[in-house]
């Protein structure tokens, strides 16, 4: 009885995560060297500079193609729209800045270095690998040493765990451009919090039988 309990909470838990889907920057504007974006009911910012960015749509990177990428299939969802942006310079600071805490965010990544041409990002946290594999521009393989990421040619998405208010990220050796966006997990389902709370419910209802049981 008890396994089948642990099963059905554990379900539940299951279903919660898969069915928040993730939040993702809107990005509107950049201007005085700084893009701007809207995410989880806040605002973004990041200093530049940049060597392009796509804050109106455009030519979407993260969808043409395979809809899901393979690098982009180990989460819910890919932004709506075509938006990123791709920090630029050797040795250059970028700080990124949330008006409202924003809790264990993303980071989208399109196209990190290119053949012969290794980029790296270093980020003020650690962070985790969440998926990689083939992109739009490639198939190639993230390197990550602490809270670095390298490549010279590769797609994916990484994670950093906790509420944060700012990062910083900085650019080493950047080629072409290597795009970013941002996100967040969503508010969960409440057909899933239901099951949750279902869960933990006949979780404490057979610990009471027990504990009478024994009395």
């Given at each position: 009885m008890?396994?089948?309990?642990?099963?059905?909470?554990?379900?539940a838990?299951m279903?919660?995560s898969?069915?928040?889907?993730?939040q993702?920057t809107?990005w509107?504007?950049?201007?005085?060297?700084?893009a701007t974006?809207?995410?989880?009911?806040?605002?973004v910012?990041?200093?530049?500079?940049?060597?392009?960015?796509?804050?109106?749509?455009?030519?979407d990177?993260?969808?043409?193609?395979?809809?899901?990428?393979?690098?982009?299939?180990?989460?819910?969802?890919?932004?709506?729209?075509?938006?990123?942006i791709?920090?630029s310079?050797?040795?250059?600071?970028?700080?990124?800045?949330?008006?409202?805490?924003?809790?264990?965010?993303?980071f989208a990544?399109?196209?990190?270095?290119?053949?012969?041409i290794?980029?790296?990002w270093?980020?003020?946290?650690?962070?985790s690998?969440?998926?990689?594999?083939?992109?739009?521009?490639?198939?190639?393989?993230f390197?990550?040493?602490g809270?670095?990421i390298?490549?010279g040619?590769?797609?994916?998405?990484?994670?950093?765990?906790g509420n944060?208010t700012?990062?910083?990220?900085?650019?080493?050796r950047?080629?072409?451009?290597?795009?970013?966006?941002?996100?967040t997990?969503?508010?969960?389902?409440p057909?899933?919090?239901a099951?949750?709370?279902?869960?933990?419910?006949?979780?404490?209802?057979?610990?009471?039988?027990?504990?009478?049981?024994?009395?």
């Open positions: 008890r396994s089948g309990i642990l099963a059905i909470t554990m379900a838990l279903s919660t898969a069915s928040a889907a993730i993702w809107d509107t504007s950049v201007a005085n060297n700084v974006g809207s995410l989880d009911g806040g605002t910012t990041m200093d530049g500079p940049f060597d392009t960015y796509s804050v109106a749509g455009g030519f990177y993260w969808r043409n193609g395979p809809n899901p990428w393979p690098a982009y299939d180990g989460v819910s969802n890919m932004p709506t729209n075509g938006d990123f791709a920090p310079g050797n040795t250059v600071t970028h700080t990124i800045t949330f008006s409202k805490p924003i809790r264990d965010p993303y990544i399109i196209s990190l270095g290119q053949p012969g290794q980029t790296s270093t980020f003020s946290d650690a962070f690998l969440v998926d990689q594999g083939q992109g739009y521009w490639g198939n190639g393989v390197t990550i040493n809270n670095s390298s490549a040619e590769a797609h994916g998405i990484i994670q950093f765990k944060f700012s990062l910083t990220l900085t650019t080493n950047t080629e072409n451009w290597s795009g970013l966006t941002i996100g997990p969503g508010v969960p389902e057909a899933s919090w099951m949750l709370i279902t869960g933990f419910g006949l979780v404490g209802a057979a610990a009471r039988r027990r504990r009478a049981v024994a009395a």
